[in-house]
């Protein structure tokens, strides 16, 4: 059983940062994603990180930088240069867990 407490998120105006982080009740040793949704439209991959690796969707590639801790129990997603359509509920997930969810808005 794995927990994850999300914290963050927040409204922007367009151009601006916010940080996430992801805060896991123990160590799994497996990968941290984060996805996103938008309303009405469906999850997306957003960015993962596994031993050191990462790897990004192509639409916030250059922008979103995934990272961890070094005890590895708390992963980041900075964003920056964010746009209106980054607006979504941010989840991040390990294995078949997710957290509870962020709510990033971002105005143009």
């Known amino acids: 059983q794995v927990r994850l407490q999300q914290s963050g998120g927040g409204s922007v105006q367009a151009g601006g940062s916010l940080r996430l982080s992801c805060a896991a009740s123990?160590?799994?040793?497996?990968?941290v994603a984060w996805f996103r949704q938008a309303q009405g439209k469906e999850r997306e991959f957003v960015a993962r990180i596994h031993r050191g690796s990462t790897f990004y969707a192509g639409a916030v590639r250059g922008r979103f930088t995934i990272s961890e801790d070094n005890a590895k129990t708390t992963t980041y997603l900075q964003m920056d240069n964010l746009k209106p359509e980054d607006t979504a509920v941010y989840y991040c997930?390990?294995?078949?867990?997710w957290g509870q969810g962020s709510q990033v808005t971002v105005s143009s």
């Open positions: 997930n390990v294995e078949h867990f």
């Open positions: 123990t160590l799994s040793g497996s990968a």
